[in-house]
């Protein structure tokens, strides 16, 4: 069974920073890559940053690289991801998800939590 659950959400000011967490089943977190991705009302869910679960590397998408990182915790069955310098435009329903697809070019969402909110304003 895939099952995913999200925390850290919140509020913080522009500027600041905030970790969000995600533990996974064992299943799934030792089967599928991980990633984070992010909605806003009336657009379609962005892929964030991914990490893969057979080496360890890593996918950015434009808008969060050298600002966001993203981390496996093998121990803890966890996928963190560090977010630095936030801006307005961060705001978001951050959702945890197991890959489909890792690729050069991005990642595929496969299976979904419920998601966490990002609120950043001053």
């Known amino acids: 069974q895939v099952q995913l659950t999200e925390s850290g959400g919140g509020l913080v000011q522009p500027g600041g920073s905030l970790n969000l967490s995600c533990t996974v089943s064992?299943?799934?977190?030792?089967?599928?890559?991980l990633g984070w991705f992010r909605q806003v009302p009336g657009k379609g869910r962005e892929g964030v940053a991914c990490v893969s679960s057979v080496d360890d590397s890593k996918w950015y998408g434009e808008d969060v690289k050298g600002r966001f990182t993203i981390s496996r915790d093998v121990g803890n069955r966890t996928v963190t991801l560090h977010m630095n310098n936030l801006q307005s435009d961060d705001t978001a329903l951050y959702y945890c998800a197991t890959v489909l697809l890792f690729q050069v070019t991005g990642c595929t969402g496969n299976h979904w939590g419920q998601g966490t909110q990002v609120t950043v304003s001053s």
């Open positions: 064992k299943v799934a977190f030792d089967y599928w890559s």
